[in-house]
């Protein structure tokens, strides 16, 4: 067996792989990519420099240092940590910046993310950030739904964009307790995965879509219509889960996968490494990507460190685990 703790590592430095690998190609589309690049398996130069990450893993980080500080999610505390991490320059969505600023205005932690949008966002900016919660509650679903509702509200109020938090960190919840040494159990995944959506969720369908799609080899351009890839949760979270159910037994197979999708590129491969990372640990990151991924105050290392508190902090909750 791999060692939690390594599980731990494997999902929030997989989030920041999967983040640098596909930020330069974010928006671009499959057809392009292919054409382009063939398989994206090396980083890329990027706006920040190579190995850089963005939103994704900076909210990521933000959300971590926050568990680890208050021992669970506080809302204030938390939605102070989103604003103290936030630099403009990682890229972030409009809804989220707009939802930050009211926070800086003076606007509550619980109101903010009401104020976005018509009913706020179902962007996957919730989803993006929510590995950490995936892991620390990796063994209570009561308190993993709990936390997802907290920590997403104050950005993404809308009912779709805590949804597709809530299924990214059970996703991420059912790898970091899985045996990857034993194959995964696709039917056992996906209807885990249902069993947390409501009755009307519009998830339901593309959880049958992957049952589809899932024993055959669809090409590109078939998975991207059944699924979507754009920023929207309800299709970018479904893209990632995706992409580590057709490629689990392997970390680099599942982030080349996602970002191939094309569309929103680094999120969905940092939501699919977040997974893959949770399921294979840290030692299935590819070390030549390891070496290249930023460094400097709250780069990858600092990152790791947050993994090993966060799996202080689990060892805290659940002594006997
Ligand atoms: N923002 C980006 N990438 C573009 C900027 C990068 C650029 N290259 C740069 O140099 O700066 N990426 C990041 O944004 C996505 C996460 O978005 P988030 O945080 O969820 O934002 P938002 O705006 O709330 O939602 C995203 C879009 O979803 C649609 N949407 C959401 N709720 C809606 C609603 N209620 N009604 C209608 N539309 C809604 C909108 O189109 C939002 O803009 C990630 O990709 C991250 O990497
Ligand atoms: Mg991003
Ligand atoms: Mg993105």
């Known amino acids: ?51 850089t990450y963005t939103d994704d893993t900076e909210m990521m980080i933000a959300l971590a240092e926050s568990l680890v500080r208050c021992r669970g ?3 204030a505390d938390l939605a102070q940590a989103y604003l103290e991490n936030f630099n403009p320059l990682r890229g972030y969505g409009a809804g989220t910046r707009k939802a930050l600023e009211l926070l800086r205005s003076g606007v509550s ?12 966002s179902y962007g996957n900016g919730a989803s993006m950030r929510i590995a950490p919660v995936g892991c620390l509650y990796s063994r209570d679903l009561e308190k993993l739904k709990e936390a997802v509702h907290l920590s997403s ?8 964009g805590e949804e597709g938090a809530l299924l990214q960190a059970y996703a991420v919840a059912l790898a970091v307790q899985a045996d990857p040494w034993q194959e995964i159990d ?11 959506l409501d009755e009307g ?22 998975v991207v219509l059944e699924l979507g890839n754009d920023s929207r949760t309800v ?10 159910l057709k490629n689990a037994a392997d970390f680099e197979e599942t982030v080349v ?17 977040a997974i893959a990372g949770g399921f294979h640990g840290k030692p299935a990151i590819p070390e030549r990507w390891l070496t290249r991924l930023e460094r400097g105050a709250k780069g990858a290392d600092y990152i790791e460190r947050l993994a090993r508190e966060l799996y202080d902090l689990y060892t805290d909750f659940y002594p006997h685990a």
């Open 153 to 160: 509200v104050i950005t993404h109020a809308h009912p779709w």
């Open 73 to 75: 999610v506080n809302g």
């Open 109 to 120: 932690w619980e109101e903010a993310g009401k104020r976005v949008f018509e009913q706020g």
């Open 201 to 222: 969720s519009p998830f339901r369908e593309k959880l049958q879509a992957m049952q589809r799609l899932l024993p055959g080899e669809p090409g590109i351009e078939e």
């Open 257 to 273: 996968y996602a970002v191939g999708l094309g569309g929103d590129t680094d999120t969905i491969a940092a939501m699919a490494g």
């Open 186 to 196: 696709v039917d056992h995944f996906l209807a885990s995965l249902e069993s947390v």
């Open 235 to 244: 299709t970018s979270v479904p893209a990632a889960i995706f992409s580590f």
């Open 1 to 51: 067996m791999i060692a939690l703790v390594e599980k731990f590592c494997g999902t929030l430095l997989g989030t920041h792989t999967g983040d640098a690998l596909g930020m330069p190609l974010e928006g671009a589309s499959p057809g392009s990519i292919q054409k382009n690049y063939g398989q994206v398996r090396e980083m890329l130069d990027a706006r920040l420099g190579v190995g």
